[in-house]
């Protein structure tokens, strides 16, 4: 199995940064693709970006430019760069890995962005 944990979420003002990172354990040798996904307050968790470990990166077209994941394999550790912060951006973000030939998926606990005016 693998787990997974965020951290780097917190209070933020629109127009700031954070980096949010997550590291992973246990069967990390079986892991794919890792991702980010956020959950704003009464909607659905929607995917904002992917890496493969060859480094292929994808982005929703709502953050493309603001937001740069980025992984490190030696330190089993995903980052997602947040810029120009907005108060849309506000939510829980949720670190994921896809691990054992595709065949499972892990989450983290999630970590809190709140993005104030």
């Known amino acids: 199995q693998v787990q997974l944990v965020e951290s780097g979420g917190g209070l933020v003002q629109a127009g700031g940064s954070l980096r949010l990172s997550c590291a992973a354990s246990?069967?990390?040798?079986?892991?794919?693709?890792m991702g980010w996904y956020r959950q704003a307050s009464g909607k659905q968790r929607e995917l904002v970006a992917g890496i493969t470990p060859s480094g292929t990166i994808t982005y929703t077209d709502s953050v493309n430019g603001r937001f740069t994941i980025s992984r490190d394999n030696g330190k089993n550790t995903v980052y997602l760069r947040i810029n120009s912060l907005k108060p849309e951006d506000t939510g829980v973000y949720y670190c994921s890995a896809v691990y054992s030939s595709r065949r499972y998926l892990a989450w983290g606990q999630g970590t809190h962005v709140t993005v104030s005016t």
């Open positions: 246990g069967s990390i040798v079986s892991i794919n693709t």
